[in-house]
């Protein structure tokens, strides 16, 4: 089962794909990435720390 996160601020709801990293400059640092449910085919990148201040994970009421 994938994890889901939604965007504080626009709500869509995300699936995590994988760790990653992204080249900015000349260094390398930890990014993300991810699917919007609602365009799968579509696979979007942003850094570790922009990631998990945009999106909080959703919690499955079944799991608690």
Do not use: P
């Amino acid at each position: 089962m994938s994890i889901q996160y939604k965007n504080t601020k626009t709500g869509d709801v995300c699936l995590l794909e994988t760790a990653c990293h992204i080249k900015i400059g000349d260094n390398w640092v930890n990014g993300v990435a991810y699917s919007n449910t609602n365009k799968l085919r579509e696979v979007f990148v942003r850094t570790k720390n922009d990631f998990f201040n945009s999106f909080e994970e959703i919690i499955d009421e079944v799991e608690l």
